[in-house]
């Protein structure tokens, strides 16, 4: 699954640390999920989403 986190937390100049923080999880599960190492929980995505100002749509995109 391709996703815009890293494009999108760059362009609000968050680093993987702040956006977790807001998410509630660790960096290495931000990192994870960046690096397409993990796919977060349905909670975990919409939490994301609202953090990074998107839709979990445009966030996630299929291969």
């Not at 890293?6 to 702040?18: D, F, S």
């Not at 956006?19 to 999880?25: D, N, T």
Request: glycine share 6%; with cysteine.
């Amino acid at each position: 699954m391709d996703n815009q986190i890293l494009r999108l937390r760059n362009a609000r100049g968050l680093t993987q640390q702040a956006l977790a923080a807001q998410c509630g999880v660790s960096r290495q599960t931000i990192n994870a999920i960046e690096n397409d190492k993990y796919d977060p929980t349905l909670h975990l995505a919409f939490a994301l989403a609202k953090s990074l100002g998107t839709t979990v749509d445009a966030l996630f995109k299929g291969e």
